[in-house]
């Protein structure tokens, strides 16, 4: 119970600039200036507690939404630390989703390594396992690669070796000749079966 004796004008000036302080809060916020809030907010002697200079905008949205559902048209300071709180909370929420999510993605992006790790170690272990056959196929293919690199300058090479034939119109005149020699072969050939 207060007594009109313990008032004093110290302490009713003192009372007077808190609640000005406070009204102008009430002021800044209808001003809708996140800035200007964020100033009124911080005034030494208003005393609200847990201001955090990053969360300026959600201040200002947290009090304005406390102004709008209050009929009396002005927050009291209780209020106005209610309203600070309730944008505190919103914030550490919002950022432990974005941790959580941030640790999800992390995760995924771990075990998407370790599975791509897993298939490149088993396909390298196959190979492993087959090296033998992966040499003779390398080797193979080399192979294939390098004849069919040569293979034009292996055919021109071997057709100057060989020795150029007359044309047929060169034998038309030994015909005779040509026909006893082959009659003599089948000859001879035939001779050397029947001994055998």
């Known amino acids: 119970m207060i007594f009109v004796s313990d008032l004093r004008y110290e302490g009713i000036q003192a ?21 200007d809030v964020w100033r009124r907010l911080n005034a030494p002697d208003l005393n ?7 969360r300026r905008d959600r201040y200002c949205e947290a009090l304005l939404s406390a ?11 209780s209020e106005l630390q209610a309203a600070v709180d309730r944008a505190n909370d919103e914030a550490a929420r919002a950022g432990a989703t974005q941790m959580s999510e941030a ?8 075990a998407r390594g370790f599975l791509v790790r897993q298939r490149l170690f ?9 090296e033998g056959m992966v040499v003779r196929a390398q080797a193979g293919v080399r192979g294939w690669l390098a ?26 005149g030994k015909e005779k000749s ?6 003599a072969w089948r000859q001879y050939k035939n001779k050397v079966r029947t001994h055998h």
């Open 103 to 110: 640790a999800v993605v992390f995760l995924q992006s771990r």
């Open 15 to 35: 009372l007077t600039e808190f609640l000005n302080l406070v009204a102008r809060v009430n002021l800044a916020v209808r001003g809708r200036n996140p800035e």
């Open 122 to 130: 088993a396909m390298l272990q196959h190979y492993y396992d087959r």
């Open 67 to 77: 102004l709008k559902g209050k009929e009396g048209g002005m927050l009291t300071h």
């Open 147 to 172: 004849r069919r690199r040569w293979r034009g300058a292996i055919m021109e090479a071997a057709r100057r070796r060989r020795p150029r034939l007359p044309p047929l119109s060169h034998y038309r």
């Open 178 to 183: 040509i026909v006893a020699i082959q009659r």
């Open 48 to 54: 609200l507690e847990d201001l955090e200079a990053g």
